[in-house]
């Protein structure tokens, strides 16, 4: 299969894809379209964040629904709101011509919506398992009518502590006319026992490793001393082209420290946790989305599902022991055919993970060179150039320039010029690497980590004394990272 139209969809189907600019389906769509559009079976698909997963059950699922019968006839279930909402918003695109609109349910939201959208005969329901649950407890979804169930991202709802709910839903579903596809990064132990338990002979694609990281995205790993990272973040953020992309740390205290010490140095910066009320996070992510926010610090948890265009970089502030994890966070940048980079921040404890990643995914992380303060300065100033040049309508500004202005430029050349005018916009730039005390966030290993990398942990706190950098210290970074636990499951 070389495009879309060689599937003979249907007209409605087809319109839509066009309208949405899709010629050439990605590998898991052209390995999982034929299979599913065939007769109707159960299916595993394995394959990694933006690989295209959510058309390859999409365009399937909606060519089997009958607009005809009211009620649910497909569930697609989710790991978190966030990635619920994504694939909701993508299945009205692709079933727009057809009349077909999904409903979105998910904790955090209000239940007489969800409820109003059920009772107006939603064909499909996108929704995370705990919501799904509270809905079929009330009675207020029903799955008699279902036809197909999607486990989109299994791995993560198990590993979030959502494999009780999983089952407790497949269990009600009506197995003698559905079929459950099942898609998952990662075949973990727990993925595996699900699919044998549920799923009647499934055919099966899976997408190499290789495959699974996009060929867009470079890799870099830094191998820096813990307390040092917060320095080195802030050069590698200044040294990069156009910085847009998401931070992603272990516990939500880390990330609520981070925040707050990168906003401190005066980036414009977000965060997300599993502490936040939903409205919150709605409006972060606007913010994101909109580029008034050039950067999110994440948990991985927060940030699953997270779906933002043109993300050019992806760091991990700590590097992640589980493959998933890595693959999931680097997944965020590079798609859609795009380039992106993934930089990973190293301790030399930890610098044999890069080794196992790499065998893992049979993949190559170059290390990255830290550039220096001279280095960071320079690009800075650099970055003014282009404004500089296209600003040429001066207007009545040259008039307005008395004689005293005009004796003190007598003496100077276009450099000291140049630079003065910087040094009013850039006065950060001026310090000399005398030492000023910052205390920065430092990441410790938490006890007890729960689902958001909550927990405590022992020992005395670090600060650290940083040269130079933007104006305006941090707050006192100097307590535990730990906080109060996210032990529980994620919000319903």
């Not at 964040?49 to 629904?65: D, E, N, Q, Y």
């Not at 990069?240 to 910066?269: H, M, P, W």
């Not at 940048?333 to 890069?354: D, E």
Request: glycine share 8%; charged share 25%; with cysteine.
């Amino acid at each position: 299969m070389i495009t879309f139209k060689e599937l003979n969809l249907i007209e409605p189907l087809q319109k839509a894809i066009d309208a949405l600019g899709y010629e050439t389906p990605s590998p898991v769509q052209v390995e999982t379209l034929p299979i599913l559009l065939g007769d109707p079976t159960d299916f595993i698909g394995q394959a990694a964040t933006g690989t295209g997963k959510t058309a390859a059950f999409s365009i399937p699922m909606l060519s089997r629904l009958n607009t005809q019968i009211k009620g649910v006839q497909a569930l697609v279930l989710c790991p978190t709101r966030e990635l619920a909402v994504q694939v909701s918003q993508q299945i009205n695109l692709l079933g727009k011509f057809l009349g077909i609109r999904s409903l979105p349910i998910y904790g955090g939201a209000s239940y007489g919506d969800q409820i109003r959208g059920l009772r107006d005969s939603a064909n499909v329901v996108v929704g995370t398992p705990g919501r799904v649950i509270d809905h079929l407890s009330r009675g207020t979804l029903k799955l008699e009518n279902v036809n197909v169930v999607i486990l989109d991202e299994a791995d993560e709802m198990i590993s979030m502590g959502f494999k009780d709910e999983l089952e407790e839903i497949l269990k009600t579903v009506p197995r003698e006319k559905s079929n459950i596809w099942l898609f998952s990064a990662t075949m973990s132990k727990e993925v595996r026992r699900v699919a044998d338990t549920y799923l009647k002979n499934p055919k099966q694609v899976q997408i190499n490793r290789t495959e699974m990281l996009s060929n867009t995205v470079e890799q870099f790993y830094y191998v820096t001393q813990e307390a040092n990272k917060p320095e080195i973040l802030c050069k590698l953020i200044d040294h990069a082209e156009n910085f847009y992309g998401v931070i992603f740390c272990q516990t939500k205290s880390l990330v609520a420290d981070l925040t707050q010490y990168l906003q401190s140095r005066g980036y414009k910066v977000d965060c997300l946790h599993g502490d936040k009320e939903q409205a919150d996070r709605e409006r972060t992510m606007q913010s994101f989305r909109d580029k008034r926010v050039q950067m999110l610090v994440c948990t991985d948890v927060a940030a699953r599902g997270l779906d933002v265009k043109d993300l050019t970089h992806v760091v991990n502030y700590s590097i992640p022991r589980e493959l998933d994890s890595y693959v999931h966070r680097i997944g965020r940048t590079a798609r859609s055919g795009k380039s992106g980079v993934a930089m990973s921040l190293v301790t030399p404890a930890n610098r044999r993970l890069v080794e196992r990643i790499e065998f893992m995914t049979k993949s190559r992380m170059k290390e990255g060179k830290i550039p220096s303060s001279k280095e960071v300065g320079m690009k800075r100033v650099s970055a003014l150039l282009p404004k500089f040049e296209l600003t040429k309508e001066l207007g009545r500004l040259t008039e307005l320039m008395d004689k005293p202005w005009l004796d003190s430029l007598e003496s100077l050349t276009k450099q000291e010029i140049a630079s003065r005018f910087i040094a009013m916009l850039m006065p950060d730039l001026l310090q000399t690497p005398t030492r000023k005390t910052f205390a920065v966030p430092v990441e410790r290993a938490p006890m007890n980590r729960g689902r958001d990398g909550g927990g405590q942990s022992r020992g005395r706190p670090f600060s650290r004394e940083r040269r130079g950098g933007r104006p305006g210290g941090g707050r006192d970074f100097g307590r535990s990272s730990g906080g109060r636990s996210e032990s529980h499951k994620p919000r319903r």
